[in-house]
């Protein structure tokens, strides 16, 4: 089983800068690759990036150059980098996380973990 407890959350500006952070607790399983994804009011949950164990990265076009994923397997830490946020940004940010990681994907089916999620609101 893994826990996922995402934070960093909150209200910023269009053209502000916030880091989500995702903290994962682990029991008799390894975790593979991790993700972040995203739903907006009344939209489908959609991919946002993801990270092998390894450190390959995948991201979705609309975030590429404004946002980084990062981890720390020591800590079992996951966090997204979100820079010249947009009002389109706004939605309920969660992490994932798989027990296994062939290549990180932004598909959700590939995922068997999730946190809560945490609000991210982009003002204009």
């Known amino acids: 089983q893994v826990l996922l407890v995402e934070s960093g959350g909150g209200s910023v500006q269009s053209g502000g800068s916030l880091t989500l952070s995702c903290q994962a607790s682990r029991y008799g399983v390894d975790i593979g690759c991790m993700g972040w994804f995203r739903q907006a009011p009344g939209k489908q949950r959609e991919g946002v990036a993801a990270?092998?164990?390894?450190?390959?990265?995948s991201a979705a076009e609309s975030v590429k150059g404004r946002f980084t994923i990062s981890r720390d397997g020591a800590k079992n830490t996951l966090s997204l980098q979100m820079n010249s946020l947009e009002p389109e940004d706004t939605a309920v940010y969660y992490c994932?996380?798989?027990?296994?990681?062939?290549?990180?994907?932004?598909?959700?089916?590939?995922?068997?973990?999730w946190g809560q999620g945490t609000q991210l609101t982009v003002s204009s």
């Open positions: 994932a996380a798989a027990s296994y990681c062939f290549h990180p994907k932004l598909s959700q089916v590939d995922y068997a973990y």
């Open positions: 990270i092998s164990t390894p450190g390959t990265t």
